[in-house]
């Protein structure tokens, strides 16, 4: 697997790939990476000759600095999973490579998209998103850019931003991988304790509760009761959302009537467990 760090470096390697007639599969990541990415990574080798990784702690995507600095950073032990997944070429740059002015004056708004959910708990946070996103795909060029399904709202969010840039890239969604107790594979897992590693399994109990409340009957508003009160019975937990949600992330508990909805639907949760904030969600069948 070849490293390189330039953006310059980055598009000559695609260039020669695609002279000698290579797809490109591109998996985003901001490393810390875990079986959740190297699942992407496997799932772009059986499409593409060529599978590009990155690497990019993207600051635009903290709100907060001290979450910045502690954001875990292994380059060397990244490198080893992305090549033993089949990565071929990681793009990790620095900050200064892709924000050569200290940052972008010109950058992304997530719109309607950003004013929900994480956009109102993380303010700033999918503007980020949606910035490097871009960055990322014009850089790279991919015939297709993989992302996990944990983290939804993203995934809607490149989605759209795909469409309505009118960019030539296939998005692919990927199941969410999990823990045998359940818990969704996450980089912010490691900065969980003993303790708090237990309790985080609250997320998907809540979310098995409230779907199957949905299923049973109660419809989405029952289900977001049911998983909420799954979390807040955790002492080490606490709520921020459960939500309902189509694949636009429209609510559909919403007070008024919601019309034109679209499946399949999913049930999301966020919540900080022994100071982390952790997110999931669950596709419940239409």
Not at 6 to 32: D, F, K, S, Y
Not at 184 to 199: D, E, K, Y
Request: hydrophobic share 45%; with cysteine; charged share 25%.
């Amino acid at each position: 697997m070849r490293l390189v760090e330039t953006i310059g470096e980055l598009r000559a390697e695609v260039a020669e790939q695609r002279r000698a007639g290579a797809g490109v599969g591109l998996v985003p990541t901001m490393g810390a990476l875990h079986a959740g990415h190297a699942s992407l990574v496997e799932r772009a080798r059986d499409r593409h000759a060529l599978v590009l990784a990155s690497i990019f702690v993207n600051p635009l995507q903290f709100e907060r600095p001290d979450d910045l600095e502690r954001y875990p950073r292994d380059l060397e032990r990244d490198l080893a999973l992305l090549e033993r997944s089949g990565a071929q070429v990681c793009f990790a740059p620095v900050a200064k490579e892709m924000y050569p002015d200290g940052g972008p004056i010109v950058s992304v708004d997530p719109g309607t998209i950003g004013a929900t959910l994480e956009g109102v708990s993380r303010p700033g946070h999918l503007s980020g998103v949606a910035t490097v996103v871009a960055k990322l795909l014009c850089i790279a060029t991919p015939d297709a850019a993989y992302f996990g399904e944990k983290d939804f709202q993203q995934l809607v969010l490149v989605r759209r931003l795909v469409r309505d840039l009118s960019m030539p890239v296939d998005v692919v969604g990927c199941a969410t991988v999990r823990e045998p107790d359940g818990l969704a594979t996450s980089s912010r897992n490691a900065r969980l304790s003993v303790a708090g590693r237990a309790a985080a399994t609250v997320l998907h109990r809540a979310l098995l509760a409230g779907s199957a409340a949905w299923r049973a009957g109660r419809g989405p508003g029952g289900a977001e009761t049911v998983a909420a009160q799954e979390v807040r019975a955790e002492p080490l937990a606490t709520l921020d959302y459960t939500a309902a949600v189509d694949d636009r992330l429209t609510r559909l508990a919403a007070p008024a009537p919601v019309t034109g909805v679209t499946g399949p639907f999913r049930l999301l949760v966020a919540a900080t467990v022994d100071g982390v904030r952790l997110v999931d969600n669950v596709e419940v069948p239409s």
